[in-house]
């Protein structure tokens, strides 16, 4: 199964509100981050967060990370059309061969 | 621009062909991974190299393969070719060896007819 889970699968908002999107996991990573998608584009990084933080600031992005219950959220202030997209976590686990692994995204909507 | 060239952009072939995709890294990156994304599957990690080297394996089947060069750019074959392995391809590549920021290219469409 997929180490990051985001929850919602899709979010529908009126531009201007907060979109607030969550993301959990099942084992010790070493750090977690957060990927944007276009339709049909690459992926494009977000932000990242190491497993000794709790709240990372990025412009209009607030990332929190809680290891003890294993789940991160992000935070999208005064969302905008051009924010809609796909939004990916992903964890790097623990481990010597550890590979990067993305949840199954969260499609974001925002109606202008 | 994330400084990630892969190409063709788009690819559209029949079952049982063989095809190769074409990525090459950031400037200063050593580390290539190979990915396919399809509705049902979502996004997985098919493998990494690093500087040459096989680092990670992922869900690749062994009707694929991938190399890196020695100029760093790395290129996925894909034999056999099934209907099922229409999907978007993306290549992505980092700095070191570990799973640390990665940027995407702007991938691959390969259609199977």
């Known amino acids: 199964s997929q180490q990051g889970e985001e929850d919602p699968q899709a979010l529908s908002i009126q531009e201007g509100e907060n979109a607030t999107m969550n993301c959990s996991y099942k084992?010790?990573?070493?750090?977690l981050q957060w990927y944007r998608q276009n339709s049909g584009r690459g992926l494009v990084h977000l932000i990242l967060?190491?497993?000794?933080?709790r709240e990372k600031h990025s412009g209009r992005l607030r990332v929190t990370l809680d290891t003890s219950k294993k789940s991160s959220s992000l935070l999208i202030t005064a969302s905008r059309a051009a924010d809609t997209a796909s939004y990916f976590c992903a964890t790097d686990a623990t481990g010597a061969n550890s590979k990067l692994t993305f949840g199954k995204g969260i499609t974001l909507s925002v109606r202008p | 621009d994330s400084g990630v060239t892969q190409t063709p952009k788009h690819l559209i072939t029949a079952t049982g062909q063989r095809v190769t995709l074409r990525c090459s890294p950031r400037s200063g990156d050593l580390s290539v991974y190979w990915y396919q994304q399809s509705l049902d599957q979502g996004l997985q990690f098919l493998i990494q190299?690093?500087?040459?080297?096989?680092?990670a394996k992922g869900n690749i089947l062994e009707r694929f393969s991938a190399q890196q060069f020695p100029d760093l750019h790395s290129e996925l074959n894909l034999s056999s070719l099934e209907l099922g392995d229409s999907a978007l391809y993306f290549c992505?590549?980092?700095?070191?060896?570990?799973?640390?920021?990665?940027?995407f290219g702007a991938g691959t469409r390969l259609s199977v007819l």
């Open positions: 084992t010790s990573i070493n750090n």
């Open positions: 967060i190491r497993s000794n933080e």
């Open positions: 190299y690093y500087n040459g080297e096989e680092r």
């Open positions: 992505a590549s980092s700095v070191g060896a570990r799973q640390n920021i990665q940027y």
